[in-house]
């Protein structure tokens, strides 16, 4: 199971790497670029999806395959089964993917707002609430992990 973590951990690597060694030396021909990034990208995501769906087939086999404790044994203080990290998990998961598209969304209406506040200086009170309320993707996944939370406990 630890060749698929350093796999991952490879791939995540050497594509920061990348990104930092384009972004310092940028590829002269764009066209030819164009079609590299491509190839690059779909090789990563296929490593990363695959190597993530293997990670999980086995994590569980390892999961499944373990033998409950006896009922006399007292559970240690602290000890986290596997269903509870993965409910865990779970629950953290909505905050990073409403934070992932908070990202997206606030970048552009953030451009926008700074282009129209430099035009009409006017407008700032309008387009800090545009930009509230593509914040406000982060809070509704904020929340949501809240629920599940009370729900897991």
Do not use: C
Request: no cysteine; aromatic share 8%.
């Amino acid at each position: 199971m630890y060749w698929l973590i350093t796999i991952i951990a490879a791939n995540l690597l050497g594509t920061i790497g990348l990104g930092a060694y384009f972004g310092l030396r940028p590829p002269a021909d764009g066209r030819r670029a164009r079609r590299w990034w491509k190839g690059a990208l779909a090789t990563n995501v296929l490593v990363f999806l695959g190597v993530g769906a293997a990670l999980l087939v086995l994590g569980m086999h390892t999961a499944l395959a373990q033998q409950p404790p006896p009922a006399q044994a007292p559970a240690a203080h602290g000890d986290i089964s596997v269903g509870l990290g993965l409910a865990l998990l779970g629950a953290g998961l909505p905050t990073a993917l409403a934070a992932f598209g908070a990202g997206l969304a606030v970048g552009p209406v953030g451009a926008a707002a700074l282009a129209v506040i430099s035009e009409k200086p006017e407008m700032f009170g309008r387009t800090l609430i545009y930009l509230g309320l593509a914040e406000g993707i982060a809070i509704y996944g904020l929340v949501i992990t809240i629920l599940l939370l009370g729900k897991i406990a």
